[in-house]
């Protein structure tokens, strides 16, 4: 059995950096998601992982890797690695921060323009030959983008990302919630570091890019959408149980917010079932970072860090233990 499991089909490119490594691997050629706790002979035996997000790597698996010096994920968000009983265990815990960064931010915008101008029905209704020519009252009068607020919840690299776009590009004003303020991003782009209860009641739009942690599950409930403006839109590209979907679902219905924008979901791949029939939401499936450009890169750098610990040089990318 080899000494690195990659869980998942990665590039070849990926692959070519473990062959001159002279490494040796077992690779999850068929590109359907592994049982884990079926992978025995393969866990025993490996020093490092190469997972995606969708693998939830916990104790378990970890206490059948006894030789496991590295979790290396194939993702900036690493919520799906036990990460307190990696460390507990010495086992370190890499991520792809920076190279989805722009990527991701181009996918929040794009969601935001959607559901702002109501692309998606819009683009239905062309195709099911209803145009019948141009009116002032046209039946997908959306709301205007340019110089609206726009609140940022987490201004790491991708909210700043996001921020930069809007106010460089849309002229938005930018609100934000983080750990701390930023005064190079507030210099930079006007930013303003608020509350969350003062973001929900000044935002035109809402764009959550925060980790997903025990402090963020369900960060937005009804009683966050209570305090959002009618008309305001929620674009979500971070993490399906930062919001609790019943309640989004619930605060479209009855018209709290305007609108939605939404990559991840809480129970992903399954979403909502009253999402589908609500026009004003537009879906689709977690695919932030997917370009090809992209998701090579994200496959190198974690291939990367684990040439790097194998080999004796420490990770370029561990990720900070909560
Ligand atoms: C994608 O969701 C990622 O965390 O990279």
Redesign the pocket.
């Known amino acids: 059995m080899a000494q690195i499991f990659i869980t998942r089909k990665i590039f070849d490119e990926a692959i070519a950096l473990l062959d001159e490594a002279g490494l040796d691997y077992w690779h999850n050629e068929a590109d359907s998601p592994l049982n884990l706790s079926g992978m025995a002979a393969q866990l025993a035996e490996a020093e490092a992982i190469v997972c995606l997000?969708t693998d939830k790597i916990d104790a378990q698996v970890m206490d059948a890797a006894p030789k496991l010096k590295i979790i290396a994920?194939?993702?900036?968000?690493?919520d799906n690695i036990d990460v307190a009983a990696a460390t507990e265990r010495g086992i370190i815990v890499t991520?792809?921060p920076g190279v989805?960064t722009e990527c991701?931010a181009d996918l929040t915008f794009a969601l935001l323009l959607a559901a702002a101008r109501r692309i998606v029905e819009a683009d239905a209704y062309m195709r099911a030959g209803k145009f019948a020519g141009w009116e002032l009252f046209q039946p997908h009068l959306g709301v205007d983008v340019y110089g609206k607020t726009l609140g940022i919840v987490g201004m790491g690299r991708i909210g700043t990302a996001v921020a930069r776009r809007a106010a460089l590009g849309f002229n938005m004003k930018i609100l934000y919630t983080a750990n701390n303020p930023k005064p190079e991003i507030e210099r930079e782009l006007g930013a303003q570091f608020v509350s969350l209860p003062d973001l929900l009641r000044q935002s035109d739009f809402v764009s959550i890019h925060t980790p997903l942690s025990a402090q963020t599950r369900h960060l937005f409930t009804l009683a966050e959408f209570h305090q959002m403006q009618p008309h305001a839109i929620l674009i979500n590209?971070?993490?399906g149980p930062i919001v609790k979907e019943a309640d989004l679902v619930q605060a479209l219905q009855r018209g709290l917010i305007g609108g939605a924008g939404l990559?991840?979901f809480e129970e992903e791949p399954i979403a909502h079932p009253d999402l589908a029939g609500l026009p004003n939401v537009v879906m689709v499936p977690?695919i932030?970072?997917a370009t090809t450009e992209t998701r090579r890169r994200?496959a190198m750098m974690a291939v990367e860090n684990v040439t790097a610990v194998l080999s004796g040089r420490g990770p370029i990318n561990p990720v900070r233990t909560p």
């Open positions: 997000l994920n194939t993702a900036v968000g690493y991520n792809t989805l991701t590209t971070a993490r990559d991840v977690h932030g970072s994200m």
